[in-house]
């Protein structure tokens, strides 16, 4: 289920499919909002490529940290991206890093340049959530068929929540569903021109914060640290960093894009 299609020893996974679908979507919307920052085509394109390989190795990084047992007596499995385990609060926290290095070379303003990549973040989220479907991995707890259908969960979908002879609730359309939702909301704000310092990262901070606490509670294959499962203290983090965010720039005067 995992191969999209096989040609001799070659081949090309959905997981890798859905990812690159993900980056370039991604790319696209962020090129066209770059005037909002003060950066050419070219710087915006370094910028792009370096943050896409660092947001990577970084996601990669933080999965194999929390299953290093696993890692440790197969350390050749760790380049085997394409097999899943990129962890996305691993690649925004690296993102993140490298933003500061960025804007700190530049001399740009670190808020207003996450403003910009939060625009694309969730939509690419929601893309590539779907490469956890063909991996038959962010799978939630186990239900019934007659369960899933009352919820008119495409019968695919169902098939594919087929795990180890049993049907679990398809957390990763859950989380597909609510990124594409976060991405609405942003495209709203951004078609209205509201847009105050800060505003774009916080929304995105706080709604996806909320969504990933819940939907973590709900899967069964969680990142753990002793018995927390990771993902929810990173989460909660995110929502009081989204509301501080919202609440140091509220007053602020010069707010607005040039």
Same mark, same amino acid.
């Given at each position: 289920?995992?191969?999209?299609? &096989? ?8 997981? %890798? ?16 909002? &770059? ?10 394109? /370094? ?46 926290? %690296? ?8 804007? &700190? ?9 996450? /403003? ?42 169902? /098939? ?15 989380? %597909? ?82």
């Amino acid at each position: 289920m995992s191969t999209m299609f &096989k040609f001799g020893e070659f081949e090309i996974k959905w997981y %890798s499919f859905f990812l690159l679908i993900a980056f370039t979507v991604g790319t696209f919307i962020i090129y066209k909002n &770059k005037s909002k920052v003060n950066l050419s085509k070219t710087e915006i394109g /370094d910028l792009l490529f370096n943050l896409v390989i660092i947001a990577i190795i970084g996601a990669r990084i933080y999965y194999v940290i929390f299953n290093l047992d696993y890692y440790l007596l197969y350390p050749i499995d760790i380049l085997k991206i394409w097999e899943g385990g990129l962890a996305i609060h691993g690649g925004i926290i %690296s993102g993140i890093i490298y933003l500061f290095y960025f804007c &700190k070379k530049k001399n740009l303003s670190i808020i207003r340049m996450i /403003d910009i990549i939060v625009l694309a973040l969730p939509l690419g989220q929601a893309i590539g959530r779907w490469g956890n479907f063909f991996n038959q991995e962010a799978y939630g707890p186990i239900t019934t068929y007659a369960r899933l259908k009352s919820l008119h969960i495409p019968s695919f979908i169902i /098939d594919g929540m087929y795990i180890n002879n049993q049907y679990h609730h398809p957390t990763f359309l859950y989380e %597909s569903i609510w990124c594409l939702i976060i991405f609405i909301v942003l495209l709203i704000f951004v078609l209205f021109k509201i847009e105050k310092k800060g505003l774009y990262t916080s929304i995105y901070l706080i709604m996806y914060g909320i969504e990933r606490c819940v939907v973590e509670g709900m899967r069964q294959d969680s990142l753990m640290l002793f018995n927390i499962k990771v993902a929810q203290v990173v989460s909660i983090s995110m929502i009081i960093i989204g509301i501080i965010i919202l609440i140091c720039n509220r007053g602020c005067k010069n707010d607005r894009y040039k």
